[in-house]
């Protein structure tokens, strides 16, 4: 008897339903979704319109925003493995230019898991332009709160984060991230600030206040990034769906067949599974675990789940009992509504997903 496919068709029937309703009444332009169990492709799907009679596909192009993030957490755990850091390693002894505040004592474990103390946000594009002006200002910046006494998301720990690992590695960290972890995956396309030839084929963003009323294609809609130049730990990626697909499913130890996983067993572990306290809340190297409220996971998601979001609308959702690896990636900013409705949206999908598993591991 052949063996059952990981998911019923019909639960993947609803859940490109749910997308193509979701471009119909405009929560987004348009929105890509990859599906994988164990490492393989089990079902990708395209809705909606990059400009005018283009449709999207499946290798469209999305701004991740903050699903940047958990890449550069990637690479930083493969310093970490090549012994060029230590998660215990301070703003200290990393920026010897920074002043003797409390800052100075913050971890990298701290930036990775938002308790550093840092605020969340600051408009520095108003005043600042560069990674070096962008790093100098942070450095400046009063800790909101005592390193590890809260959890506070912060782009702020990011940009610091990424510019100690571009350190450590003596190269950008674009290149960092795709030697150490995109390009051992095969993952080819991924990457920061789009080729000119690629923009075609990149979703359209809008509504950046930092530049009102302009329809950006294959530009960074993060306007703290867009100033340091695109190229940041904590948003400016580019992706398509079923390459971040890919990603967690590599975080799951699930690489492409012929390829091994960029970070051992053992590493995996802190990206999996959270590394604060749970009355600090919950976070990983670079991921949203229980009980994080930002996590996206479905009502029937339970156990071993970890993933991560971005504003433009873009979400990667992992879960390791299944071995499943879920990417939605939406341009919902070139609508100038909340993201109430895509949230919903990554819920509802992640339900009728879950719900489609034939077997799950006792």
Same mark, same amino acid.
């Given at each position: 008897?052949?063996?059952?496919?990981?998911?019923?068709?019909?639960?993947?029937?609803?859940?490109?339903?749910?997308?193509?309703?979701?471009?119909?009444?405009?929560?987004?332009?348009?929105?890509? =979704?990859?599906?994988?169990?164990?490492?393989?492709? &089990?079902?990708?799907?395209?809705?909606?319109?990059?400009?005018?009679?283009?449709?999207?596909?499946?290798?469209?192009?999305?701004? /991740?925003?903050?699903?940047?993030?958990?890449?550069?957490?990637?690479?930083?755990?493969?310093?970490?493995?090549?012994?060029?850091?230590?998660?215990?390693?301070?703003?200290?002894?990393?920026?010897? &230019?920074?002043?003797?505040?409390?800052?100075?004592?913050?971890?990298?474990? %701290? =930036?990775?898991?938002?308790?550093?103390? /840092?605020?969340?946000?600051?408009?520095?594009?108003?005043?600042?332009?560069?990674?070096?002006?962008?790093?100098?200002?942070?450095?400046?910046?009063?800790?909101?709160?005592?390193?590890?006494?809260?959890?506070?998301?912060?782009?702020?720990?990011?940009?610091?984060?990424?510019?100690?690992?571009?350190?450590?590695?003596?190269?950008?960290?674009?290149?960092?991230?795709?030697?150490?972890?995109?390009?051992?995956?095969?993952?080819?396309?991924?990457?920061?600030?789009?080729?000119? &030839?690629?923009?075609?084929?990149?979703?359209?963003?809008?509504?950046?206040?930092?530049?009102?009323?302009?329809?950006?294609?294959? &530009?960074?809609?993060?306007?703290?990034?867009?100033?340091?130049?695109?190229?940041?730990?904590?948003?400016?990626?580019?992706?398509?769906?079923?390459?971040?697909?890919?990603?967690?499913?590599?975080?799951?130890?699930?690489?492409?067949?012929?390829?091994?996983?960029?970070?051992?067993?053992?590493?995996?572990? /802190?990206?999996?599974?959270? %590394?604060?306290?749970?009355?600090?809340?919950?976070?990983?190297?670079?991921?949203?675990?229980?009980?994080?409220?930002?996590?996206?996971?479905?009502?029937?998601?339970?156990?071993?789940?970890?993933?991560?979001?971005?504003?433009?609308?873009?979400?990667?959702?992992?879960?390791?009992?299944?071995?499943?690896?879920?990417?939605?990636?939406?341009?919902?900013? =070139?609508?100038?509504?909340?993201?109430?409705?895509?949230?919903?949206?990554?819920?509802?999908?992640?339900?009728?997903?879950?719900?489609?598993?034939?077997?799950?591991?006792?």
């Amino acid at each position: 008897m052949p063996s059952r496919p990981p998911l019923r068709p019909h639960a993947l029937d609803i859940a490109d339903r749910l997308l193509s309703e979701a471009v119909a009444t405009r929560v987004c332009g348009a929105g890509s =979704l990859c599906v994988t169990v164990r490492g393989r492709v &089990e079902h990708v799907f395209a809705a909606g319109e990059t400009s005018p009679g283009a449709l999207a596909t499946p290798d469209t192009l999305f701004d /991740l925003a903050s699903l940047t993030k958990p890449y550069a957490a990637a690479a930083l755990l493969s310093l970490v493995e090549h012994g060029a850091l230590s998660l215990r390693d301070t703003v200290r002894d990393l920026f010897p &230019e920074a002043p003797p505040t409390a800052l100075a004592g913050v971890t990298l474990h %701290q =930036l990775a898991t938002h308790t550093s103390g /840092l605020p969340a946000w600051l408009p520095l594009h108003d005043s600042e332009r560069g990674i070096d002006a962008f790093v100098a200002r942070i450095l400046r910046t009063p800790l909101e709160s005592p390193p590890g006494a809260l959890y506070r998301y912060s782009d702020l720990g990011y940009i610091l984060l990424g510019t100690a690992v571009a350190r450590a590695a003596s190269q950008p960290l674009d290149a960092c991230l795709r030697e150490r972890i995109l390009a051992p995956l095969g993952i080819v396309r991924t990457g920061y600030a789009p080729r000119p &030839e690629e923009r075609p084929v990149v979703a359209p963003t809008a509504n950046c206040p930092m530049r009102p009323g302009a329809v950006l294609r294959g &530009e960074v809609h993060d306007a703290n990034a867009h100033a340091m130049g695109g190229v940041s730990a904590h948003a400016g990626l580019f992706a398509s769906a079923p390459e971040v697909a890919a990603f967690g499913a590599a975080m799951l130890g699930c690489a492409p067949e012929g390829r091994e996983p960029p970070l051992g067993e053992a590493t995996l572990r /802190l990206a999996r599974r959270s %590394q604060i306290a749970p009355e600090v809340g919950g976070h990983s190297i670079g991921w949203f675990t229980p009980p994080n409220g930002m996590l996206p996971c479905g009502d029937l998601w339970r156990g071993g789940v970890f993933g991560h979001t971005g504003f433009t609308g873009t979400m990667l959702a992992c879960w390791e009992e299944p071995y499943l690896s879920v990417a939605l990636l939406t341009n919902r900013v =070139l609508m100038p509504d909340d993201n109430g409705a895509v949230m919903r949206l990554r819920r509802r999908v992640l339900n009728v997903i879950a719900g489609g598993l034939t077997a799950l591991e006792r």
